[in-house]
């Protein structure tokens, strides 16, 4: 039993449950080190099954170390109750946020009189917010793609030159890194940065603009997420004190993160920093998200969170104000958290 499942299995007694079902792919692939696809994972004490079908035996029966694998054929559901049987498991936790209402009724329906099904939260996302030196590391690597990455748009971003033209250069160029974006990027020139999560659209970028550019970096299921702005030809007095307003605040925000601050003192020191330009009015989203193997994870770094920041956590810093129909100036880093000060793994990537 590898150190991830061992973690999980301590929580067990007090939930109140004798196993635990995890249904998520990427909570699978986080407690085994496998890419887990439509398949579960059903932990006990003493051992932990792999339950999944034809289409995906083969693959498990040579990934999977220290974990025994089942093939269902009729139902999944039949072979997860079957073994909790062949274990003597009388309760069964699952994460109640994971599962449809259909699986669910199912779940509930196919259960045993003798198993009671026990809901539950976070258990494993839990352990996720805290990453090792391995999970640190996977981050390091897809930000130095990205500070790459970054380097090649310098020279393809130009005024006459459509969005869609960028994107098509950037994604030719990640795959010819041998990776893969952590979420659909956004390419916003002009007007079009004033929409937060802008789509790529065949506006011609012009000159005299900015052009916002949010992009995430996969490698080996680990996430970066950076968002920088490219300025064409001048800049103009009113986006100059916006980029540097902007900036001041998250600058502002990472010198308040350490262990044991609270997540929403770190985006009140945004918004506050805003405020006195009378900016913050227009800042109208989180101040950032825990990243790793899943691009948005916990904490969210919000006023209205009551999460801590623990050494280990990997967050976002990304303040923004979005000007209707002017422009929009969004800066964010990534940032470790660490015992007396947030280290910010993104630096010196522009």
């Known amino acids: 039993m590898n150190s991830r ?5 301590a929580t067990f007694a007090q939930h109140k449950i004798d196993a635990f079902l995890v249904v998520k792919d990427v909570n699978i692939t986080y407690l085994t080190n496998f890419p887990a696809s439509e398949s579960w994972l059903f932990v006990t004490p003493q051992k932990s099954f792999y339950i999944t079908d034809f289409r995906y035996i083969l693959e498990a029966q040579r990934g999977l170390k220290g974990i025994a694998i089942k093939q269902y054929t009729k139902s999944i559901y039949q072979t997860l109750f079957e073994t909790a049987a062949e274990q003597k498991i009388k309760s069964i936790g699952f994460d109640d946020r994971h599962i449809t209402l259909a699986q669910y009724r199912t779940l509930t329906e196919k259960c045993p009189k003798t198993i009671k099904l026990v809901p539950t939260s976070n258990l494993v996302e839990n352990f996720r917010e805290i990453k090792d030196t391995y999970e640190v590391n996977q981050v390091k690597k897809a930000l130095k793609v990205h500070a790459d990455t970054l380097k090649f748009l310098k020279g393809v971003i130009k005024p006459g030159v459509t969005e869609q033209d960028v994107f098509l250069k950037l994604e030719n160029y990640v795959k010819s890194r041998g990776c893969g974006f952590s979420f659909s990027p956004i390419i916003a020139s002009g007007p079009n940065s004033c929409y937060p999560h802008a789509k790529v659209t065949n506006r011609k970028i012009k000159n005299n603009e900015p052009v916002l550019i949010d992009i995430g970096i996969d490698v080996n299921g680990y996430k970066s997420d950076l968002t920088r702005m490219f300025f064409l030809g001048r800049i103009t007095p009113l986006v100059e004190k916006v980029n540097a307003s902007v900036r001041e605040a998250q600058q502002i925000a990472i010198a308040k993160i350490k ?83 947030g280290k910010v793994l993104s630096g010196n990537i522009d």
């Open 259 to 341: 262990a044991g601050i609270s997540v929403a003192d770190v985006d009140r020191e945004a918004r506050n920093s805003l405020a006195k330009n009378k900016l913050d009015q227009y800042f109208g989203h989180s101040l950032g998200h825990g990243v790793g193997l899943e691009i948005h994870e916990n904490p969210r770094l919000s006023q209205n969170s009551n999460a801590i920041l623990k050494e280990g956590m990997i967050v976002t810093v990304e303040p923004g104000v979005y000007l209707p129909n002017k422009f929009g100036i969004r800066i964010e880093d990534m940032v470790l958290v660490q015992k007396d000060k």
């Open 5 to 9: 499942i061992k973690q999980l299995t």
